[in-house]
């Protein structure tokens, strides 16, 4: 996420983050009835900060969303398919969604579900799942996600002319069930139907439009590798879209028609940046890890941008928006394809994707990531309530803070002064390498840096990351 809408965002859960209201529908009432054999699926993963995030007992392999959504009235039908594959053996289970829920099957036959609160939804399959197998479960949905809400958070952004599902840390029960946690990664299949005319654009491939009846047009886009359900969205209204090939990967950018042109050509142009901002990645950490790329900008004001995978979506940035595609491509790597198990851990994210902004203005004839860590560090007296948050336990309300940004960013800076640039970069490079297909902790990224220098960082990284001071200006803390 873009640092300026991190405070928006930070701003809003620091002042509304309330336990959750539970509303016990007359379903409820039905659960008093016998359960098979077997465990109840866990309502939340295990995720601290955030408790009834994701769900206990099984894995998303494929999400198959089948969405019409009528902009005028704001209102969505679904229909998503998820194909699971059971940790345990399962009488019972959740997924996360935030709209009423007309009829869920499981291996196509009717299950029973209710709405135990707003967040959860939770099916009774006709007989036990077992550990270590697949099952398949089709939930029927409908609602105004508009109308939504979740630990006081509205993050349906929508006009009755333009719509893009981009949030963070939770965006998907608005629109799908999912097991909405970076810990569960799967691949992505999006059907969206809107009137014909409408474009919709998603993450990864566009793969066909297809007419249907009463001037309707399904938009079907497919995302190859696994990505966390937050990072899915569409976006549906009028855009102009631009399409092409660089160095053999595939790239597509979309602008709001309702900016005006010239604000669309300041647009194009600097998503046009994109690729030649992958390159300049590549050369730092290694591959691109998808197989398309690109951005969208919409005229809706979200207040921040969004890493979306493979193709982010930003407000209109203006001309000086190139640092913001820096971070949002920076995150392709550190965020999306090495993913964070828990929330705590953020600053392996935004940190990292910061810490880029500076290294490619560094590569650009801007001044050095040393340089810029020496003025941050100057410019804040240790009085200073930035110093407060503790970066690897920053606790939820403060996950999207300026410190997680900047002194996480600093914290890159600094262990390059301390271990060297060419050390610091082999890390980074053995990082996207080792914790793409498990996550990633901080304790691991520690564990990798003291591997790869050779040195003991304990006391470096307690200053940096776990201490709510300034650290002191020495050798060792790379200052
Ligand atoms: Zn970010």
Same mark, same amino acid.
């Given at each position: 996420?873009?640092?300026?809408?991190?405070?928006?965002?930070?701003?809003?859960?620091?002042?509304?983050?309330?336990?959750?209201?539970?509303?016990?529908?007359?379903?409820?009432?039905?659960?008093?009835?016998?359960?098979?054999?077997?465990?109840?699926?866990?309502?939340?993963?295990?995720?601290?900060?955030?408790?009834?995030?994701?769900?206990?007992?099984?894995?998303?392999?494929?999400?198959?969303?089948?969405?019409?959504?009528?902009?005028?009235?704001?209102?969505?039908?679904?229909?998503?398919?998820?194909?699971?594959?059971?940790?345990?053996?399962?009488?019972?289970?959740?997924?996360?969604?935030?709209?009423?829920?007309?009829?869920?099957?499981?291996?196509?036959?009717?299950?029973?579900?209710?709405?135990?609160?707003?967040?959860?939804?939770?099916?009774?399959?006709?007989?036990?799942?077992?550990?270590?197998?697949?099952?398949?479960?089709?939930?029927?949905?409908?609602?105004?996600?508009?109308?939504?809400?979740?630990?006081?958070?509205?993050?349906?952004?929508?006009?009755?002319?333009?719509?893009?599902?981009?949030?963070?840390?939770?965006?998907?029960?608005?629109?799908?069930?999912?097991?909405?946690?970076?810990?569960?990664?799967?691949?992505?299949?999006?059907?969206?139907?809107?009137?014909?005319?409408?474009?919709?654009?998603?993450?990864?491939?566009?793969?066909?439009?297809?007419?249907?009846?009463?001037?309707?047009?399904?938009?079907?886009?497919?995302?190859?590798?696994?990505?966390?359900?937050?990072?899915?969205?569409?976006?549906?209204?009028?855009?102009?879209?631009?399409?092409?090939?660089?160095?053999?990967?595939?790239?597509?950018?979309?602008?709001?028609?309702?900016?005006?042109?010239?604000?669309?050509?300041?647009?194009?142009?600097?998503?046009?940046?994109?690729?030649?901002?992958? @390159?300049?990645?590549?050369?730092?950490?290694?591959? !691109? +890890? $998808?197989?398309?790329? %690109? #951005? &969208?900008? *919409?005229?809706?004001?979200?207040?921040? @941008?969004?890493?979306?995978?493979?193709?982010?979506? !930003? +407000? $209109?940035?203006?001309? %000086? #928006? &190139?640092? *913001?595609?820096?971070?949002?491509?920076?995150?392709?790597?550190?965020?999306?394809?090495?993913?964070?198990?828990?929330?705590?851990?953020?600053? &392996?994210?935004?940190?990292?994707?910061?810490?880029?902004?500076?290294?490619?203005?560094?590569?650009?004839?801007?001044?050095?990531?040393?340089?810029?860590?020496?003025?941050?560090?100057?410019?804040?007296?240790?009085?200073?309530?930035?110093?407060?948050?503790?970066?690897?336990?920053?606790?939820?309300?403060?996950?999207?803070?300026?410190?997680?940004?900047?002194?996480?960013?600093?914290?890159?800076?600094?262990?390059?002064?301390?271990?060297?640039?060419?050390?610091?970069?082999?890390?980074?490079?053995?990082?996207?390498?080792?914790?793409?297909?498990?996550?990633?902790?901080?304790?691991?990224?520690?564990?990798?840096?003291?591997?790869?220098?050779?040195?003991?960082?304990?006391?470096?990284?307690?200053?940096?990351?776990?201490?709510?001071?300034?650290?002191?200006?020495?050798?060792?803390?790379?200052?």
């Amino acid at each position: 996420m873009g640092k300026d809408g991190g405070m928006h965002v930070a701003h809003r859960l620091g002042a509304l983050l309330v336990s959750i209201v539970v509303g016990l529908g007359p379903a409820q009432s039905s659960l008093a009835t016998a359960r098979p054999p077997g465990d109840a699926g866990a309502q939340g993963i295990g995720d601290k900060y955030f408790p009834r995030d994701g769900n206990g007992g099984f894995q998303v392999v494929k999400y198959d969303v089948r969405v019409r959504y009528r902009l005028r009235s704001g209102e969505l039908r679904g229909k998503t398919r998820i194909v699971a594959e059971a940790t345990a053996d399962l009488s019972r289970f959740n997924l996360d969604l935030l709209l009423p829920t007309q009829r869920v099957l499981v291996d196509r036959r009717v299950a029973r579900f209710t709405k135990p609160d707003p967040h959860e939804l939770r099916i009774t399959p006709r007989r036990t799942i077992r550990a270590g197998t697949r099952f398949v479960v089709t939930v029927s949905y409908a609602g105004r996600p508009g109308s939504v809400s979740y630990l006081g958070q509205r993050n349906w952004l929508a006009s009755p002319q333009e719509v893009v599902t981009m949030n963070q840390p939770h965006m998907a029960p608005w629109w799908f069930p999912a097991n909405d946690h970076p810990s569960d990664k799967a691949r992505f299949r999006l059907h969206i139907t809107v009137p014909r005319g409408t474009q919709v654009v998603a993450g990864g491939h566009l793969v066909a439009k297809s007419r249907r009846a009463s001037g309707l047009t399904t938009w079907r886009w497919r995302s190859t590798e696994p990505m966390a359900p937050y990072l899915a969205y569409f976006a549906a209204g009028d855009f102009a879209i631009r399409q092409g090939s660089t160095a053999g990967r595939p790239w597509l950018n979309a602008v709001s028609r309702r900016l005006t042109p010239a604000q669309r050509r300041t647009s194009f142009a600097l998503l046009a940046k994109t690729v030649a901002v992958d @390159a300049w990645l590549e050369s730092v950490v290694g591959s !691109y +890890p $998808f197989d398309t790329t %690109g #951005g &969208l900008v *919409t005229s809706l004001d979200p207040g921040f @941008a969004l890493e979306n995978q493979t193709r982010p979506t !930003y +407000p $209109f940035l203006g001309a %000086g #928006g &190139l640092s *913001t595609v820096v971070h949002e491509q920076a995150h392709q790597w550190f965020g999306n394809h090495v993913a964070i198990r828990r929330w705590r851990d953020i600053w &392996l994210n935004e940190g990292f994707a910061t810490y880029f902004e500076h290294r490619y203005a560094q590569a650009h004839g801007g001044r050095t990531t040393a340089a810029w860590l020496a003025a941050e560090y100057d410019a804040r007296p240790p009085a200073d309530s930035f110093w407060e948050v503790r970066i690897a336990r920053p606790g939820r309300a403060a996950i999207f803070a300026t410190p997680i940004y900047v002194r996480g960013a600093m914290t890159l800076a600094a262990l390059g002064n301390r271990i060297g640039t060419d050390s610091l970069d082999d890390v980074l490079r053995e990082w996207v390498h080792r914790q793409a297909a498990e996550g990633a902790s901080t304790a691991e990224f520690i564990a990798l840096a003291e591997e790869v220098s050779g040195e003991d960082l304990d006391s470096f990284f307690t200053a940096w990351l776990f201490s709510g001071t300034k650290p002191t200006a020495s050798a060792a803390n790379g200052l």
